[in-house]
């Protein structure tokens, strides 16, 4: 995939995946901002129109060095959250959003050059398993998986013990 492709993406996904992607729609399209830096290329979320409250999605990618023989891919999702603006104004002007915090998540894959696409796509797939609670395989059939930490962590601050 080009750099410079949209990105789709869905924040109304359930806890249950599906190996088919034909009935969940996407409700976020990131656009492709450019390279903000060496190596590190942005997408940014436009629809809500205001421009400090984009939700913004980076990936850079590191190759090996003599040093260190593991390539390290870096994702990064950023979701601000704008302030509340009252029904207050000063001389008829509504004063001008202001970003009140942000959400961000990061996840670094580390890989060896010496992995195969087969491996690296194990690691993926394992990774992603720990958001879902069921999978529906291609038959309809849903299969259970054990709860997630890392999905309780998140949602409601659950401590892993």
Same mark, same amino acid.
């Given at each position: 995939?080009?750099?410079?492709?949209?990105?789709?993406?869905?924040?109304?996904?359930?806890?249950?995946?599906?190996?088919?992607?034909?009935?969940?729609?996407?409700?976020?399209?990131?656009?492709?901002?450019?390279?903000?830096?060496?190596?590190?290329?942005?997408?940014?979320?436009?629809?809500?129109?205001?421009?400090?409250?984009?939700?913004?999605? !980076?990936? *850079?990618?590191?190759? /090996? @060095?003599?040093?260190?023989?593991?390539?390290?891919? &870096?994702?990064? +999702?950023?979701?601000?959250?704008?302030?509340?603006?009252?029904?207050?104004?000063?001389?008829?002007?509504?004063?001008?959003?202001?970003?009140?915090?942000?959400?961000?998540?990061?996840?670094?894959?580390?890989?060896?050059?010496?992995?195969?696409?087969?491996?690296?796509?194990?690691?993926?797939?394992?990774?992603?398993?720990?958001?879902?609670?069921?999978? !529906?395989? *291609?038959?309809?059939? /849903? @299969?259970?998986?054990?709860?997630?930490?890392?999905? &309780?962590?998140? +949602?409601?601050?659950?401590?892993?013990?």
């Amino acid at each position: 995939m080009s750099a410079f492709a949209q990105v789709l993406t869905s924040s109304i996904l359930s806890p249950t995946l599906l190996t088919t992607s034909a009935t969940v729609g996407a409700d976020s399209t990131f656009d492709p901002v450019g390279y903000i830096q060496p190596g590190v290329a942005k997408w940014e979320a436009r629809g809500g129109g205001i421009a400090i409250g984009y939700p913004s999605f !980076t990936v *850079s990618v590191r190759p /090996p @060095s003599k040093a260190s023989r593991i390539y390290k891919v &870096t994702g990064k +999702l950023s979701v601000p959250v704008l302030e509340a603006i009252s029904g207050a104004n000063v001389a008829g002007l509504t004063p001008a959003q202001q970003k009140a915090y942000e959400s961000t998540v990061v996840s670094e894959f580390m890989m060896h050059e010496r992995s195969t696409a087969a491996e690296r796509l194990i690691m993926l797939n394992l990774w992603l398993s720990l958001f879902a609670t069921t999978i !529906t395989a *291609s038959d309809g059939t /849903p @299969s259970d998986l054990t709860a997630s930490p890392l999905r &309780t962590a998140v +949602l409601n601050y659950e401590r892993p013990f």
